[in-house]
């Protein structure tokens, strides 16, 4: 089993793939068929020219803050795969490819982003909480969701994702402390993408790893190359299959790198060298798991193209939907916190209308 054969504590990557696509280890290379390998690759695609043409309608004065997953498709494609229908994912900001393997509409992700309060509406049938925004709170969501699963005997698993800056939060530490007492199936993800905004992982913690921090709540831990899809897929599904067997949580340590800014308000070059970036480059996880495909014979340059084409005329009228169509209405950011308004969001909302009115 990888989990005991990759000590968290040591700075030891689980890898099966290094960055020119080469198999380290055949037999860890996982069982997918060509359909699956061509869709994770093609959901990665999706994400980058999601990504791509957002930070572009951002910059147009199109879009409001947005925060970009360039580099961090394998984590998150990678893990999110790893799920049955019937789990549950629970996100941070940065999950768009999770997202895109959950089902959630792209529409939904762009309202989102675009301020509508229907960005964060979940449709029917889809297990997924929406995006969270105060650093590390959703972990305690994920936890309870967990625990509540165990009592109603239910053998559906959460997949809980933070960055690396957000295990310096209590609400981290509190929600790996319950799930682990009340053995909660719940797989956490850290996305550890080297910075916290512009604080740096060699100041977030003095932990070797961040994977190591399992250890102290009884856990399983591991360190896995968070730009390789399969090491990060073989992970993931190793722990939802044991969280699913009532053996408890998992933490996993997802080590990759965020190319691009913390969010379309961060200037990344105030805190980091261009140099650093471009080592990192030719790490690209798209770029890794094409060149596998390609040696393999799966992935061909006609089918690429043809894909990237509609991925982006699929990207563009999406967006082109919601533009100068979603205006938010005042009584939706209020409703929906509760299933009947309480008496101080109701005062809340009529003077907030009055404001609007102009204090009449």
Do not use: C
């Not at 409001?64 to 790893?82: H, K």
């Not at 959460?158 to 199936?185: C, I, M, R, W």
């Not at 006609?302 to 979603?326: H, M, P």
């Amino acid at each position: 089993m990888r989990f005991e054969v990759y000590d968290p504590s040591e700075v030891k990557q689980y890898r099966v793939l290094d960055p020119n696509g080469e198999v380290l280890a055949e037999e860890d290379v996982p069982s997918l068929s060509d359909e699956e390998l061509l869709y994770l690759y093609k959901t990665m695609l999706l994400s980058r020219i999601i990504d791509e043409k957002t930070l572009s309608y951002q910059r147009q004065g199109r879009m409001l803050t947005y925060a970009p997953n360039i580099g961090q498709e394998a984590a998150q494609v990678g893990s999110a795969y790893a799920m049955e229908e019937n789990d549950w994912f629970v996100p941070s900001f940065r999950e768009l490819g999770g997202w895109l393997v959950k089902r959630v509409p792209l529409k939904n992700i762009y309202l989102y982003w675009y301020g509508n309060e229907w960005g964060s509406y979940i449709p029917e049938g889809i297990k997924a909480l929406p995006v969270s925004v105060p650093i590390a709170s959703q972990l305690q969501h994920a936890t309870g969701i967990g625990m509540a699963n165990n009592i109603k005997g239910e053998k559906d698993v959460v997949l809980a994702y933070v960055g690396d800056g957000g295990t310096s939060q209590g609400d981290f530490h509190e929600a790996l402390n319950f799930a682990a007492v009340f053995k909660a199936p719940v797989v956490f993800v850290v996305q550890n993408n080297q910075y916290a905004i512009s604080v740096p992982r060699r100041e977030q913690t003095a932990s070797k790893t961040i994977a190591q921090k399992a250890i102290a709540y009884g856990m399983p831990g591991i360190l896995v190359d968070g730009n390789d899809i399969f090491a990060v897929y073989n992970a993931s599904k190793e722990a939802v299959d044991r969280a699913r067997r009532g053996k408890g949580p998992t933490l996993i340590e997802a080590y990759t790198y965020r190319l691009g800014a913390h969010t379309t308000s961060d200037d990344p070059t105030k805190y980091r060298e261009n140099e650093e970036v471009e080592k990192w480059k030719p790490k690209d996880p798209i770029l890794r798991f094409k060149k596998y495909l390609q040696k393999k014979g799966t992935l061909t340059e006609e089918w690429e193209e043809k894909t990237k084409k509609e991925l982006e005329n699929q990207v563009t009228s999406t967006f082109e939907e919601i533009e100068n169509k979603s205006d938010t209405l005042v009584d939706d950011i209020f409703k929906y916190h509760y299933e009947t308004m309480p008496p101080h969001l109701e005062e809340q909302l009529e003077e907030y209308k009055s404001f609007l009115e102009g204090g009449k």
